[in-house]
């Protein structure tokens, strides 16, 4: 048989290996300086882009898409090639994913800290971004499969059958979840409201975990440790089972981020069900990947990248059967909205995804580069030390979540809350945030010791070369199943069908969840008091939004005496029908805002927000003078927006579209009357007056500025239903 000879693109794999450090740097530092600003929240005082709610997206966008994205596709530009013995499909493809994929970062670092934000998780990124990204996914996705159908070997090894799941799963629930019309350029509202938007965001919440931070590296997992430690994998059939169960029962698991919520109870329940059963194929996978160690712990010992990999390896295995108990629901109803939480997603981030990606990193630049590492002491002590930084990143944070939790539901023997001051909690728990911003300094040391060691190595070693191949033209065979063969073999030389049926797979949960919730009206029962968002109202909310406070308050009270005491009556599914999008939030740092309309006057907000510890002692919350500032408010739009509303299903009216100004001007001009109550507000405004003149300066009113808008949607929240006591 006629041997061919062809290159292996390792050019492509090193620029997404040099983009995996640089932006691992990046998203870890700012995930460093967002534990400090835990313990020092006006460290940034007034410096809008570096806030917190505007920097926490930034931070996770860039670990998830930056850091992972691109170390995901470093290891499968690399592993593809190989396992197909095919050079990629388009060198034009390669590049342009590459590029593409780079500039979508930057373009994320630059319009979240500028507060452009939907507010869904892990989805903040505004319209057009989105459809850059569908765009250079597609373009993945056609040189993944473009290569497959060139390969010159017959049967899909099993990290392909990964990769494919990869990249259809993640298509579908990018787009399904982006849905939104546009307002302006960097502006739009999600298709969906309220219920539906929280399912339809969890959904895609958790499967992006899944099937961007889970999948993938099970594909590089089946590819590198086999290669790290010279073994065939452990079991061939344990794959199968692990592939299939894993992409059918992963998708249905989304609602048990919202347990306890307004969303539907069949639709809470299902997730739960399908939750625990993801601890089988879960594990399994796990079981599969150290047991390929096997006979190879003498290399462990001595060897970082195996070091890195077993690590990695448990690390997924503690999450995932952390993540099946935190579905069931007396579990759920203790960790849920907890510093528990944080604990539970860094375990799969910083052991699963980082130590995979410093595995990968360790074993291919010395293969690319033709010589060793530059120090293996080096990458020993990075693996200890990265090591240590885990275990006290996550161990406070558990501890924390578990004191939250019991402080928050103690009561006194005569009925009242024990803790009826958030900040209580917050004052009990410092300790812990100071614990954890020791754990994540030592993980971005170790961070730094790998850029060294790798810059190193690639000087002293030579340059990265495409690599000489060759294999032997695939021949064609029966498109049938051959005598005695098995459906699963016949499958795997058919990638068509293989990815039909994952597809298929992956759809048939999202279905039979998602579908209902929209279609059917009875699962969103209509409260008659609940009215639209007045035209101040909503760009208070859209403040709101810009400015990341979804990130540490939550706008969802859950069926326990301890919360209806605290905050008010429970949620209700008909409360949210006119949020576009739902702001329920998935984390506590402040309390509950469901009922907070009409607790405080509009000066205590006033005060609150330009220095929340004059009105909270001991409050971690930062200040947010850039609302104050002497420009005015922005309503050009305000007209656009209603409209966009108005077209998603909320009845504003011509007449109240077309007098959507007057309505902020007279509503404005209250908040601003009830500001006037306040001597030292009376004082302090004559005196900006003054300043204002003094600089040359159009003194721009109370009344239109940013601040009174937000105040205006915060006064707002709750008070449709609220009960009088």
């Known amino acids: 048989m006629e041997m061919q000879q062809f290159y292996y693109d390792n050019k492509i794999v090193k620029k997404f290996i040099y983009a995996t450090i640089v932006f691992g740097v990046v998203g870890m530092a700012v995930g460093l300086l967002l534990a400090i600003l835990f313990l020092f929240p006006n460290l940034t005082d007034g410096v809008s882009w570096l806030s917190f709610g505007r920097l926490r997206p930034l931070h996770t966008n860039a670990v998830i898409f930056a850091f992972v994205g691109n170390a995901m596709f470093a290891g499968i530009y690399y592993s593809l090639q190989r396992l197909l013995k095919a050079r990629m499909f388009s060198d034009f493809l390669s590049n342009l994913n590459f590029w593409g994929w780079q500039l979508i970062i930057v373009a994320a670092a630059i319009s979240l800290p500028l507060g452009y934000s939907t507010s869904k998780e892990y989805a903040e990124l505004e319209w057009p971004i989105d459809i850059a990204i569908a765009l250079i996914w597609v373009v993945f996705g056609i040189n993944m499969i473009g290569t497959i159908i060139k390969r010159r070997e017959r049967h899909l090894y099993v990290a392909i059958w990964f990769y494919l799941a990869t990249f259809v799963t993640v298509a579908v629930l990018h787009i399904f979840n982006s849905l939104a019309l546009p307002v302006s350029a960097m502006k739009s509202y999600s298709v969906y409201a309220g219920v539906q938007d929280a399912l339809v965001q969890w959904w895609y919440g958790h499967n992006a975990v899944a099937f961007f931070l889970t999948t993938p590296f099970l594909g590089l997992m089946y590819y590198y440790i086999p290669k790290a430690a010279n073994r065939p994998v452990y079991s061939y059939r344990l794959s199968i089972v692990h592939f299939w169960s894993l992409i059918f029962l992963y998708i249905w698991a989304g609602p048990h981020h919202l347990l306890y919520s307004a969303l539907p109870n069949w639709a809470q329940n299902l997730g739960v069900v399908f939750s625990i059963m993801l601890i089988a194929p879960s594990w399994g996978g796990m079981i599969n990947g150290l047991l390929t160690l096997r006979g190879a712990w003498d290399k462990v010992r ?424």
């Open 302 to 725: 001595t060897e970082p990248v195996l070091k890195f990999f077993v690590v990695a390896i448990t690390g997924y295995g503690m999450a995932t059967f952390e993540g099946p108990m935190l579905s069931l629901k007396n579990v759920n109803a203790i960790a849920h909205f907890t510093d528990w939480i944080v604990a539970h997603v860094h375990v799969g981030a910083l052991a699963w995804n980082g130590f995979m990606a410093f595995g990968v990193i360790y074993w291919l630049i010395p293969r690319m580069t033709k010589g060793p590492l530059y120090s293996l002491k080096l990458a020993n002590v990075h693996f200890w030390i990265g090591t240590l930084g885990i275990i006290l990143y996550t161990l406070p944070m558990y501890v924390a979540g578990f004191l939250q939790a019991s402080m928050w539901k103690q009561f006194n023997p005569d009925g009242t809350l024990t803790y009826g001051n958030f900040l209580e909690t917050v004052t009990q728990i410092m300790p812990m945030y100071w614990m954890r911003a020791v754990g994540g300094t030592l993980y971005i040391i170790g961070m730094f010791i790998l850029v060294y060691n790798i810059y190193k190595t690639v000087r002293l070693n030579d340059a990265v070369e495409d690599e000489l191949a060759e294999a032997p033209e695939l021949q064609k065979i029966s498109s049938g199943r051959i005598k005695g063969e098995k459906f699963h073999p016949w499958l795997e030389r058919k990638p068509i069908q293989l990815t039909i049926l994952a597809t298929v797979a992956i759809l048939i949960g999202g279905i039979i969840q998602i579908v209902p919730t929209i279609m059917v009206k009875s699962n969103i029962p209509t409260i008659t008091s609940v009215k639209p968002y007045t035209p101040l109202e909503l760009e208070g909310r859209d403040l709101y939004i810009r400015e990341g406070c979804v990130g540490c308050h939550s706008q969802m009270v859950r069926p326990f005496r301890s919360e209806v005491e605290r905050y008010g009556p429970q949620s209700k599914a008909g409360e949210f029908v006119y949020d576009h999008p739902f702001l329920w939030g998935s984390k506590r740092t402040g309390p509950d805002l469901l009922r907070v309309g009409g607790k405080y006057n509009d000066n205590w907000h006033f005060n609150h927000m330009w220095s929340p510890q004059s009105t909270s002692a001991g409050s971690i919350m930062p200040g947010y003078k850039w609302l104050f500032d002497n420009k005015a408010l922005d309503i050009s739009d305000i007209e656009a927006k209603m409209t966009v509303m108005r077209t998603l299903g909320v009845p504003y009216t011509d007449d109240e579209i077309a007098n959507a100004e007057k309505a902020i001007k007279a509503q404005s001009k209250q908040i601003e009357n009830n500001l006037h109550a306040d001597p030292d507000f009376v004082k302090s405004y004559e005196e900006s007056k003054k300043k204002a003149a003094a600089r040359g300066e159009a003194f721009v009113p109370m009344q239109d500025r940013e601040i009174v808008a937000l105040i205006a949607y915060i006064q707002r929240l709750g008070t449709d239903i609220k009960v009088k006591k």
